[in-house]
């Protein structure tokens, strides 16, 4: 009940396409949904977060789309570039995990110029 | 600007030799995180301080210690590190328990 199941595990796209990422959750208690984007070497970075009174979050060129009844949500990244290779993790938290993050597995990202 | 710093940025030890890693934050957060990550792996909470209270999650190994002297740094002790705990070590940071974490550089540890 506590995991967050994310896929694709990896994912090739060209300059310009739009990556999706997905994740899928089981607790309905979780109520607080981020996105962390990770270059090799370094720290995960907060790239965009959603709560579940709204449907969809823009920041930028990179949307959340999420879908309560479906425990489903998902990252789009409009326009992507070669910057945008990384390792992207979705995570949720809520009051049965102690509103720690339960992390998915990760999503290792390539932008092809 | 306001920042989670973490020191040193690489450590090598050898089997069995006690490390201490560090974390300081500027932004006056109330709680501090240690994660542990392996390659391609997602990070690991180890534990955290929510203030002066410890909380220690049930599978971290008895090897692992953390030590808050006050509000801005936080430290991470292994006592006997052994190879399985060559990793990435992340501090991270957060206002509450309810608001957004946010993550220092992290250390990579090296044992020989």
């Known amino acids: 009940q506590q995991q967050v199941k994310q896929s694709p595990q990896s994912l090739i796209v060209q300059k310009g396409g739009i990556p999706i990422i997905n994740c899928a959750y089981e607790?309905?208690?979780?109520?607080?949904f981020p996105w962390y984007q990770q270059f090799p070497g370094k720290g995960p970075a907060l790239l965009i977060a959603i709560r579940p009174d709204v449907s969809e979050k823009k920041e930028g060129r990179f949307t959340i789309s999420f879908n309560k009844s479906a425990k489903q949500f998902s990252l789009h990244i409009m326009d992507s570039q070669p910057g945008d290779s990384a390792t992207y993790f979705c995570a949720a938290s809520g009051r049965d995990s102690s509103y720690k993050l339960i992390f998915g597995s990760g999503t290792r990202l390539l932008v092809r110029p | 600007d306001a920042m989670v710093i973490q020191n040193p940025r690489y450590q090598v030890t050898q089997f069995g030799k006690p490390v201490t890693l560090s974390c300081s934050q500027t932004?006056?957060?109330?709680?501090m995180y240690w994660y542990q990550q392996k390659s391609s792996q997602a990070p690991k909470l180890l534990f955290h301080y929510y203030d002066k209270d410890f909380n220690n999650e049930a599978d971290t190994p008895d090897n692992f210690q953390s030590r808050r002297p006050n509000t801005s740094f936080c430290f991470l002790d292994i006592r006997s590190p052994g190879l399985g705990d060559a990793a990435m070590y992340l501090c991270?940071?957060?206002?509450?328990?309810?608001?957004?974490?946010?993550f220092g550089p992290g250390t990579r540890l090296t044992v020989l």
């Open positions: 932004l006056n957060h109330n709680v």
């Open positions: 991270a940071t957060s206002e509450t328990l309810y608001n957004e974490q946010f």
């Open positions: 607790n309905t208690a979780f109520d607080y």
